[in-house]
């Protein structure tokens, strides 16, 4: 392909891949302008006290199969935390090995101040669904909104009462830059679609062509200085 055409093609290309170029550049700034710590609340995150020399009783598992078990220190004393393999979750005393209930709101509100190591207050608690659980949350389980009076949340899980996830505005904000990053505003999730592999596509056959017209420009004013 000749010069002039190349470039052509090229100024058109640009103006074509120009704005996802824009995008993936300004997303990715924002994105690694803060530590990934801060996003994720980690700093508002209370550090769990050890649990003390006990010797727990092995929890009841009612016949179900287990794919994790683990003893948690929470602000009433240690608990075992069940998740089952069908993905369900419970929690157990491990004085007795029975089962506990799932928390209600008063205990929610109670785990909540103990997770929290934050100094903002609690402005409501509502419960969802794992099928409506908020677009924030993306865990799939049905958990405790605890929301703060700063516009923090927090979530916990409604069957375990164990931590799900911090959420700040600025997560919120680094999650909609990520949804740009990948092209996926909806889920945020999809990182292999035809429109992000398509662009990705384009910008590089983009910056392939600018080497080549700068070598070929180099070419051309060397071979102008050499008449």
């Given at each position: 392909?000749?010069?002039?055409?190349?470039?052509?093609?090229?100024?058109?290309?640009?103006?074509?891949?120009?704005?996802?170029?824009?995008?993936?550049?300004?997303?990715?700034?924002?994105?690694?302008?803060?530590?990934?710590?801060?996003?994720?609340?980690?700093?508002?995150?209370?550090?769990?006290?050890?649990?003390?020399?006990?010797?727990?009783?092995?929890?009841?598992?009612?016949?179900?199969?287990?794919?994790?078990?683990?003893?948690?220190q929470?602000?009433?004393?240690?608990?075992?935390?069940?998740?089952?393999?069908?993905?369900?979750?419970?929690?157990?005393?491990?004085?007795?090995?029975?089962?506990?209930?799932k928390?209600?709101?008063?205990?929610?509100?109670?785990?909540?101040?103990g997770?929290?190591?934050?100094?903002?207050?609690?402005?409501?608690?509502?419960?969802?669904?794992?099928?409506?659980?908020?677009?924030?949350?993306?865990?799939?389980?049905?958990?405790?909104?605890?929301?703060?009076?700063?516009?923090?949340?927090?979530?916990?899980?409604?069957?375990?009462?164990?931590?799900?996830?911090?959420?700040?505005?600025?997560?919120?904000?680094?999650?909609?830059?990520?949804?740009?990053?990948?092209?996926?505003?909806?889920?945020?999730?999809?990182?292999?679609?035809?429109?992000?592999?398509?662009f990705?596509?384009?910008?590089?056959?983009?910056?392939?062509?600018?080497?080549?017209?700068?070598?070929?420009?180099?070419?051309?004013?060397?071979?102008?200085?050499?008449?």
């Amino acid at each position: 392909m000749k010069y002039p055409t190349l470039h052509k093609w090229h100024v058109w290309l640009g103006w074509l891949v120009g704005v996802p170029l824009i995008l993936w550049t300004a997303s990715g700034l924002f994105m690694v302008a803060r530590p990934i710590e801060e996003v994720r609340g980690e700093h508002l995150r209370a550090k769990p006290t050890p649990i003390a020399t006990i010797t727990p009783t092995a929890p009841y598992l009612g016949g179900r199969t287990v794919e994790k078990l683990t003893l948690e220190q929470r602000a009433s004393g240690p608990v075992w935390i069940i998740r089952y393999t069908d993905g369900g979750e419970r929690r157990a005393d491990p004085a007795t090995g029975k089962l506990l209930p799932k928390p209600g709101a008063a205990e929610i509100r109670a785990l909540a101040e103990g997770y929290y190591a934050g100094d903002s207050k609690i402005a409501s608690i509502r419960l969802f669904p794992a099928d409506r659980e908020p677009k924030e949350l993306r865990r799939g389980r049905p958990a405790w909104q605890v929301a703060l009076a700063d516009g923090a949340n927090l979530y916990i899980d409604a069957d375990s009462g164990s931590l799900l996830a911090v959420r700040t505005q600025q997560w919120r904000w680094f999650d909609f830059m990520w949804g740009l990053h990948i092209m996926d505003l909806q889920t945020r999730e999809d990182t292999s679609h035809p429109i992000l592999i398509g662009f990705a596509g384009l910008s590089l056959i983009s910056l392939l062509m600018a080497f080549w017209l700068l070598i070929a420009r180099q070419r051309r004013k060397a071979a102008a200085h050499a008449r």
